[in-house]
């Protein structure tokens, strides 16, 4: 399901910012090259990250799911001086294009962990400003859970494919991930921790505040 029209998209994209050279860089070399390039979040979707970065002034930024590093640059735009992003990985190949573009931006605010999520999370100790999740749809709760009650009070999560292609909005779901997608929107739709804004941007973005 198209859930936004190229025409509009390729409009968004013409009057936002342009990225920076090494964004257009990891773009242009995950859209030419990786089998799941779909997953790249993008120019547009890239710029909303980085001005939500930028609004909030992080200290400490956590990324689930680093890809190939394109998320990571942009989140670690608005840190503070002597702030940290720390970005995990589970695919060693995507790690290590991610740690190439990394090191040619000089983003040695950025700490690259390589293995499972929820393994790495507990071991981090840190109070987290910003959250980005955007890694296996099934295990969407789980990071929520384990990151919400380091997330700072008046800090933000940010989930990313909500929307999952818009299988969510099918009468039935059928596939394990738009059901495991309906579940965590739910989930969070329930949970009185957190004031919260699903914006249709992309493949959906929900942006959480906790109360």
Known sequence: MELVNHIAEDYAKHFSSPLDDTLQQVEDFTLKHHPHAQMLSGHVQGKLLEMISCMTR???ILEIGTFTGFSALCLAKGLQPGGTLHTIELREDDAATAKKYFKQ???ENIILHIGDAKDIIPVLKEQWDLVFIDADKVSY??????TLPAVKKGGFILADNVLFHGEVLQT???????????AFNEHVANDERVERVLLTVRDGLLLMKKL
Not at 141 to 146: D, G, P, Q, S, T
Not at 172 to 182: D, H, P, R, T
């Open 58 to 60: 992080p200290q400490r």
């Open 105 to 107: 931006a000089n983003a």
């Open 141 to 146: 709760i789980e990071y929520y859970e384990l």
């Open 172 to 182: 039935e779901l059928k596939g394990k991930n738009a059901k495991a997608i309906q």
